[in-house]
């Protein structure tokens, strides 16, 4: 971003260039971003499936701490 302001400085004629470069890297952290958290959102799914299948016949008091106890481990 440093490098980006000081060049813009030292060559102002050029700010469409410099704001494109901010745009496509903006772009490219949110894509990176939704990426990560879809993954992570997607293993919490399917761990907490997983927890709860095995544990079918609990009533709701034990579906909640199951729930809570999902929810601790993936630190949410």
Do not use: E
Not at 20 to 46: E, L
Request: hydrophobic share 50%; charged share 20%; glycine share 8%.
């Amino acid at each position: 971003m440093m490098y980006i302001l000081n060049k813009s400085q030292a060559a102002p004629a050029n700010w469409a260039a410099y704001l494109g470069v901010g745009i496509f890297g903006g772009v490219g952290m949110m894509a990176s971003a939704w990426y990560v958290g879809k993954s992570a959102a997607d293993r919490f799914v399917k761990k907490a499936n997983r927890v709860l299948k095995a544990k079918r016949k609990l009533d709701l008091t034990q579906k909640a701490k199951s729930t809570m106890s999902i929810l601790r481990t993936a630190k949410i």
